[in-house]
């Protein structure tokens, strides 16, 4: 302790007045780099704990991913071969190809996967194999846009067999989740505030509760001149395990609060809600406040065992956030997915629009479909994240939508023991 101080600069208080306007994030920007300078004038190494990055990736459905990559060059050169040019993958045959190409380079890193996972799928999921290859094939060569723009159709399958694992502890609740593909839980926030806004679901000023602490960026939101929100706070206090007491949760009876936001295992404090204050804020929803939308952000959700979010004990009321960028040390890749119940709250209060309201959401999205008032909150949101007008080349890069589909067939096969393990060794240390 001592040594360290002696070696921290004394700087006097005026210094940090213009960081007052600042976001905390540009204000560890700027620790972090006293902190390099300080670190490299001594021996003490820099631990950058300021920042949700893991310190670790997971490496095989990265080899399994560059081995996919080579078959599906083949797979080009086999309609065409020219210099430099290739083919667009064809379906018919192309699981057999694959099996074929697997046993050849049964040692090559990333094949023990590759050869596990059709079957696997083909078993567990119902696929077609050819159609689920092919799929994967022409997604990592990346030749087509997206299609459905939501989400690729084996990938939509796979994230949502996964995502009842992670997000329902195995419980789900009962119909299925629409998914969209997005990148990272930041896309999933941006997109999802501004649908709610473009859908007459919130307006600017409208009362909305955080459950702090709360993972910054929600703050601030909340007060951007876009929304303007009223917050209220209900408060987890660390006295309290950092969950909600009664006298915070009463706050949530109050109808002025037409959303209440929160961070699933919370950020910073890395503590789940509680069954308790699940169950309290089912009986809530149950009795006073059917009309309460939830916004449950859980990128965190696989680091808490037994876990279960607010999307699987209230799926009506709840829009889930899910990103993978932690678990599977993976922030670069951008790949997060927003999941909205097929039976949920939004589509209903936007079938109840009054009629000046729904005549003005039928223009905005009426060159997405003959019958725009039918069109689900979900696939509003796809057409709002490209400005409705570029909905026809919407959607998750598809190589990204690869990479996520491949992680989750190896995390439920082959890794989920592996990790552990590394969890309980305190390996995987360094993910906030
Ligand atoms: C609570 C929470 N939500 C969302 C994000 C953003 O995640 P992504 O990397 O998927 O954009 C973070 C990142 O730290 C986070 O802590």
Redesign the pocket.
């Known amino acids: 302790m001592e040594r360290a101080s002696s070696i921290i600069p004394s700087i006097p208080r005026s210094a940090f007045e213009p960081y007052e306007k600042l976001s905390p994030f540009e204000i560890k920007d700027k620790l972090a780099q006293l902190a390099r300078e300080s670190s490299k004038k001594s021996d003490l190494a820099l631990l950058n704990a300021g ?3 893991p310190n670790w990736v997971a490496t095989t459905p990265r080899e399994a991913f560059f081995l996919l990559g080579q078959f599906s060059i083949l797979e080009c050169k086999r309609v065409l071969d020219m210099p430099d040019i290739g083919g667009m993958p064809q379906a018919p045959g192309i699981a057999g190809r694959f099996e074929q190409f697997l046993a050849k380079h049964h040692d090559a890193p990333g094949a023990g996967m590759l050869t596990a996972m059709v079957p696997f799928a083909v078993k567990k999921l119902g696929f077609d194999a050819d159609a689920f290859v092919h799929e994967l094939v022409d997604s990592i060569i990346g030749d087509n846009y997206p299609v459905p723009d939501r989400m690729l159709v084996h990938a939509e399958k796979v994230v949502h067999a996964y995502l009842m694992w992670a997000m329902c502890d195995s419980r789900p609740p009962k119909g299925k989740f629409d998914l969209f593909a997005v ?7 941006c997109y999802t505030f501004k649908s709610l806004m473009q859908n007459h679901i919130l307006h600017k000023g409208d009362t909305i509760a955080l459950g702090v602490p ?2 910054t ?2 703050i601030e939101i909340a007060e951007l001149n876009d929304y303007e929100f009223n917050v209220v706070l209900v408060h987890g206090t660390q006295e309290n395990g950092f969950q909600y007491s009664d006298a915070e949760l009463k706050k949530l009876e109050d109808p002025k609060v037409k959303a209440f936001f929160i ?1 699933n295992p ?2 910073p404090s890395s503590v789940a809600t509680s069954p308790e204050v699940i169950k309290k804020l089912d009986k809530l929803v149950k009795t006073k406040r059917s009309d309460l939308i939830i916004l449950t ?1 859980d ?2 959700g696989t680091f808490v065992t037994g876990f279960r979010s607010l999307m699987a004990d209230l799926p009506y009321n709840t829009i889930g ?1 899910y ?4 678990y599977f040390g993976c ?1 670069g890749w ?3 997915v927003i999941a909205v119940h097929e039976n949920n709250i939004i589509d209903d209060m936007i079938r109840k629009h009054p009629k000046p309201i729904t005549d003005q959401l039928n223009k905005r999205y009426g060159s997405l479909t003959l019958e725009p008032a039918k069109l689900k909150f979900i696939d509003r949101m796809v057409a709002d994240s490209r400005d409705v007008c570029l909905n026809h080349t919407a959607g998750l890069s598809l190589p990204q939508q690869v990479k996520n589909l491949r992680d989750i067939l190896r995390f439920n096969i082959l890794g989920l023991v592996s990790l552990k393990r590394c969890r309980q060794h305190g390996e995987v240390s360094r993910v ?1």
């Open positions: 920042r949700g990055n990148e990272g839980g930041t896309a999933a926030m709360i993972f960026p929600y961070v919370g950020n952000d990128v965190y956030v990103s993978y960028s932690k922030t951008r790949l997060g906030r």
